[in-house]
């Protein structure tokens, strides 16, 4: 399914959504994505200010894929 995320909760909600549906609970993530278990409870809950880099390698333990589009009539 793809979604437009727009807002930190956006993101938040997709990785617990897809976390719960692998059966996975929040230490065992953290545990796979190489980051604290803190840091999963705090992108889950939407924290704004989470680290890019981190929220990438927790979507990548996912499975999850990140596509960013430049506007409309911009070179790729």
Do not use: H, N, W
């Amino acid at each position: 399914m793809l979604k437009r995320t727009l807002t930190p909760a956006d993101i938040g909600a997709l990785v617990r959504t897809a976390r719960k549906a692998q059966g996975l609970r929040q230490d065992e993530l953290a545990g796979a994505a190489g980051v604290g278990l803190r840091f999963i409870v705090e992108l889950e809950a939407g924290k704004p200010t989470a680290q890019i880099g981190k929220t990438l390698q927790v979507l990548e333990a996912l499975g999850c894929t990140f596509d960013i589009k430049p506007p409309s009539g911009q070179p790729t």
